[in-house]
């Protein structure tokens, strides 16, 4: 293999790189999440106007990820690291964060802080594994090297991104729509002419929120645009006569849908059976808000849409790809202290909240139960059943709970509605890791 990097040259560097130092790359590359999860849980501890919202720390921690398996494949192939070009996630991140008014400044210390504990991980497992003083000292001259010679590149093309960004910014309407929405959420603006203006968008209409989201960089690098199709598809879906669409990061963006006269409640209904989310980009999530009127609904209904998003998120793979306000609202009220939510819910159901399929399809089953007053048929047509299976899974569930379900019965509805948020509820309550 010819040796791009020149330091790998010298006398004896080679042997180092390929006993000790390909070897600790291997192990940076495997443990690349963890250690992005470390770095971002540093960093927002120390810098917390980094993550404005939920979405901003997954979105941090696939940039890390990215960044630091860029820099073990160098070291893997001894290559050179000024020569690098930023991974597709980091590139997206620094262009949010002109979108979020993230200072340049701040988004550089991000990386000084990655680079130190990427350094004292790599000078742990160095120290360990070297044999001998020579062998040691070796090492870590390469890997200062490496490390050093990366984090300046990466810190100018990071530069360069950003500010590229921030001159198209300040040339589109896209930053005076940003703080238009933000002073119509916070109701700091509360005139509709002024804020319609302001927007480019009839707030004296009915609206309908949407937050559009995925949960990982498509393999397109652009989830935008895909955030885009889908709201483009869904404001068609449901009857909008117009859509304001406005990016919340790299990936989420906002959506309204506006039309002169009231919604249509089957837009809901037809959206809530799966109407037109076929039609969805794959990956694509969505949640709504209930239809609201003039400057006061469209921020309710966003507010709505966002609560809808976060039990969606909270709730993982159980819940779909389009997420209703109206069908969420009393868990997405009682799930705001994630700790006592979590808590209430294993107190309550104990052994029925056990994280298997078979227990969780029987307690679903006794929620709908008991959404539908108990009634066999109607349960049984929602889950599309036999009458008979819901009467068998109602049984088993008391035996679970070793009670009768006529004890307690408003607890027990409350905590099976938010049984399903309950491992994104646990990971949301957990202390973050702040050590390596």
């Given at each position: 293999?010819?040796?791009?990097?020149?330091?790998?040259?010298?006398?004896?560097?080679?042997?180092v790189w390929?006993?000790?130092?390909?070897?600790?790359?291997?192990?940076?590359?495997?443990?690349?999440?963890?250690?992005?999860e470390?770095?971002?849980?540093?960093?927002?501890?120390?810098?917390?106007?980094?993550?404005?919202?939920?979405?901003?720390?997954p979105?941090?921690?696939?940039?890390?990820?990215?960044?630091?398996?860029?820099?073990?494949?160098?070291?893997?192939?001894?290559?050179?690291?000024?020569?690098?070009?930023?991974?597709?996630?980091?590139v997206?991140?620094?262009?949010?964060?002109?979108?979020?008014?993230?200072?340049?400044?701040?988004?550089?210390?991000?990386?000084?802080?990655?680079?130190?504990?990427?350094?004292?991980w790599?000078?742990?497992?160095?120290?360990?594994?070297?044999?001998?003083?020579k062998?040691?000292?070796?090492?870590?001259?390469?890997?200062?090297?490496?490390?050093?010679?990366?984090?300046?590149?990466?810190?100018?093309?990071?530069?360069?991104?950003?500010?590229?960004?921030?001159?198209?910014?300040?040339?589109?309407?896209?930053?005076?729509?940003?703080?238009?929405?933000?002073?119509?959420?916070?109701?700091?603006?509360?005139?509709?002419?002024?804020?319609?203006?302001?927007?480019?968008?009839?707030?004296?209409?009915?609206?309908?929120?949407?937050?559009?989201?995925?949960?990982?960089?498509?393999?397109?690098?652009?989830?935008?645009?895909?955030?885009?199709?889908?709201l483009?598809?869904?404001?068609?879906?449901?009857?909008?006569?117009?859509?304001?669409?406005?990016?919340?990061?790299s990936?989420?963006?906002?959506?309204?849908?506006?039309?002169?006269?009231?919604?249509?409640?089957?837009?809901?209904?037809?959206?809530?059976d799966?109407?037109?989310?076929?039609?969805?980009?794959?990956?694509?999530?969505?949640?709504?808000?209930?239809?609201g009127?003039?400057?006061?609904?469209?921020?309710?209904?966003?507010?709505?849409?966002?609560?809808?998003?976060?039990?969606?998120?909270?709730?993982?793979?159980?819940?779909?790809?389009?997420?209703r306000?109206?069908?969420?609202?009393?868990?997405?009220?009682?799930?705001?202290?994630?700790?006592?939510?979590a808590?209430?819910?294993?107190?309550?159901?104990?052994?029925?909240?056990?994280?298997?399929?078979?227990?969780?399809?029987?307690?679903?089953?006794?929620?709908?139960?008991?959404?539908?007053?108990?009634?066999?048929?109607?349960?049984?047509?929602?889950?599309?059943?036999?009458?008979?299976?819901?009467?068998?899974?109602?049984?088993?569930?008391?035996?679970?709970?070793?009670?009768?379900?006529?004890?307690?019965?408003?607890?027990?509805?409350?905590?099976?509605?938010?049984?399903?948020?309950?491992?994104?509820?646990?990971?949301?309550?957990?202390?973050?890791?702040?050590?390596?």
């Amino acid at each position: 293999m010819e040796l791009a990097w020149e330091p790998l040259r010298e006398p004896g560097a080679e042997d180092v790189w390929k006993m000790l130092l390909r070897p600790i790359a291997a192990e940076m590359r495997t443990g690349a999440v963890e250690l992005a999860e470390l770095a971002v849980a540093r960093v927002q501890a120390e810098m917390p106007m980094l993550f404005p919202d939920p979405q901003s720390v997954p979105e941090n921690v696939v940039s890390t990820a990215a960044s630091i398996r860029q820099l073990a494949d160098i070291i893997d192939v001894a290559g050179d690291p000024r020569t690098v070009e930023l991974p597709a996630p980091t590139v997206a991140l620094a262009r949010a964060g002109v979108q979020r008014q993230i200072p340049l400044a701040s988004l550089m210390r991000f990386y000084r802080v990655t680079h130190e504990l990427l350094w004292q991980w790599m000078w742990d497992r160095i120290t360990t594994a070297a044999i001998g003083q020579k062998q040691q000292a070796e090492a870590l001259r390469l890997v200062s090297n490496w490390m050093f010679g990366y984090v300046d590149a990466a810190l100018n093309r990071a530069e360069q991104a950003y500010e590229a960004e921030r001159e198209s910014w300040l040339r589109n309407t896209a930053a005076a729509r940003t703080d238009a929405i933000a002073d119509i959420l916070s109701r700091r603006e509360r005139d509709p002419q002024r804020a319609s203006k302001r927007l480019r968008y009839d707030v004296n209409r009915y609206h309908v929120g949407v937050v559009a989201w995925v949960d990982a960089i498509p393999d397109s690098g652009d989830a935008q645009s895909m955030l885009s199709e889908a709201l483009t598809i869904l404001g068609r879906e449901m009857g909008g006569e117009t859509t304001l669409i406005h990016p919340a990061g790299s990936l989420a963006a906002f959506g309204w849908f506006s039309r002169q006269s009231a919604f249509d409640a089957s837009a809901f209904a037809d959206v809530a059976d799966g109407v037109g989310g076929p039609g969805l980009p794959d990956g694509v999530r969505v949640g709504i808000g209930e239809a609201g009127h003039g400057l006061q609904g469209f921020r309710s209904t966003h507010l709505e849409a966002s609560s809808a998003r976060r039990v969606a998120s909270l709730a993982g793979t159980r819940a779909g790809a389009l997420t209703r306000y109206r069908d969420v609202a009393i868990p997405a009220l009682a799930s705001c202290d994630a700790q006592q939510a979590a808590s209430f819910v294993l107190r309550v159901l104990g052994p029925l909240a056990a994280d298997d399929e078979a227990t969780y399809r029987v307690a679903m089953t006794l929620s709908v139960y008991l959404q539908e007053n108990r009634s066999r048929s109607r349960a049984a047509k929602r889950l599309t059943v036999h009458p008979n299976t819901i009467s068998y899974r109602v049984d088993q569930a008391q035996m679970i709970l070793g009670r009768s379900i006529d004890t307690d019965t408003l607890d027990l509805a409350m905590a099976l509605l938010l049984l399903p948020m309950l491992p994104g509820l646990v990971a949301e309550a957990s202390p973050r890791p702040h050590a390596l």
